[in-house]
């Protein structure tokens, strides 16, 4: 079980960074200028939105930090099972499966609101490479969910 355990804290890990790289970018939507979920960028001269943007940005503001936080405790949780062997009558892998579920379920429906959102209002620019590390984040959470089933499933034969 080790080694799943092991490879299941790497893709956490892996699907965290994506995460957080796709909330912290500004490369959603890129054409003359680039635009992400907190600034707009035109040339070298950014502007930060202030509390005035649209409702889609807030949404996929919101789902995107919620799944930050989900996936951040699952994270800290299985790298916490990767060091200790012994972790009590609680099922961390059991915690960190449902935190990934939650933070992968969140991320898709936030990358699914900006997406629909946009397709649907603008035509101006193109995806960027924000918008492709957030989707990618999504499934690979759902993987780190079911792996993390998997060490629970092993720990209670």
């Not at 035109?42 to 919101?62: E, K, P, W």
């Not at 949780?77 to 892998?93: E, I, K, P």
Request: hydrophobic share 55%.
């Amino acid at each position: 079980m080790g080694s799943l355990t092991i490879g299941t804290a790497i893709f956490a890990s892996i699907s965290l960074g994506l995460l957080l790289a796709a909330l912290a970018s500004d490369y959603w939507v890129v054409g003359s200028d680039h635009t992400g979920l907190w600034q707009l960028c035109r040339g070298s001269i950014c502007h930060t939105y202030g509390m005035d943007v649209l409702g889609f940005i807030h949404a996929t503001r919101a789902f995107l930090l919620m799944g930050a936080i989900a996936g951040a405790v699952s994270f800290f949780v299985l790298w916490a099972l990767v060091c200790r062997s012994y972790t009590g009558s609680v099922s961390t892998a059991k915690i960190a499966a449902i935190a990934s579920l939650v933070a992968g379920l969140c991320a898709i429906i936030a990358m699914s609101i900006f997406t629909g959102v946009y397709n649907r209002s603008f035509s101006q620019g193109q995806y960027g490479w924000s918008l492709a590390v957030g989707w990618a984040s999504g499934p690979l959470f759902l993987l780190t969910g079911g792996l993390a089933f998997q060490i629970h499933a092993g720990r209670e034969m």
